[in-house]
């Protein structure tokens, strides 16, 4: 068995950007890491009971759309009302059908092989986040606190 | 015959690993847990897991873009 560690900064609260926090951190618990993952600002989104998250186009020219609508749709018309919405919608179809879990489940996974997930206890008041809109077995800390696992791991990742 | 299966057909990274993992976890020592998988990464994935984890990958076979483990539980 190994005993390295992982520590992750999760920053952002997208639906796309979701994924690698999730994924490394559940996926390392499954290889025995002992994994911290610190939400902070946008991050405290993946934190919520009722995750709302989305993925939008709107700058983000590398984002591959379908039906080769990145070809012919102006970058300012991914900006219109529902287009966040609908590729969203598409995105969860594709990744479905493509037999991905879901941020949920994988979310469920890092809970159950106890990742630890930690809330920026300064983000929380910045924001004035709910504790009750977050999901239960959230440690709320600083930086410093953070530090002191992150100093000793093995890989640090900031995303 | 393996002592579990796990049919991971259709699941896509990292649920391969991560499934295997739960049934491994209530499996014993010296037992062995067949995988069967349609994802191409989870060749070189099971490979690590095996080494990281202490199980060992006893077999690792490829037949009509169907993959096939056998991990014995360290």
């Known amino acids: ?159 | 015959m393996a002592d579990q299966e796990l049919d991971a057909r259709g699941l896509n990274c990292p649920l391969p690993i991560l499934r295997a993992k739960k049934v491994l976890n209530g499996m014993n020592s010296g037992q062995t847990l067949h995988i069967i998988a349609t994802d191409p990464g989870s060749v070189k994935d099971f490979e690590a897991f095996a080494k990281q984890t202490g199980n060992e990958l006893l077999e690792s076979a490829e037949a009509d873009g169907e993959f096939s483990f056998v991990l014995k539980k360290g």
């Open chain 1, 1 to 159: 068995m190994t005993d390295k560690k992982l520590a992750i900064i999760a920053t952002k609260g997208t639906l796309d950007w979701a994924y690698p926090p999730f994924i490394l951190s559940s996926t390392a618990a499954a290889l025995g890491y002992e994994t911290q993952v610190f939400f902070t600002f946008y991050g405290l989104q993946l934190l919520k009971k009722k995750m709302n998250l989305k993925v939008s186009a709107l700058g983000n020219p590398g984002m591959p759309m379908p039906m080769g609508m990145d070809k012919w749709f102006p970058v300012l018309g991914t900006a219109l009302p529902g287009m966040e919405s609908m590729m969203t919608f598409m995105m969860k179809k594709k990744m479905k059908a493509k037999g991905i879990a879901s941020v949920e489940e994988l979310r469920d996974i890092c809970l159950e092989s106890e990742v630890k997930l930690i809330g920026c206890q300064m983000t929380v008041d910045l924001f004035d986040l709910r504790r009750d809109d977050l999901i239960d077995g959230i440690d709320y800390v600083g930086a410093g606190s953070f530090l002191s696992f992150a100093g000793d791991a093995d890989i640090c990742l900031y995303i």
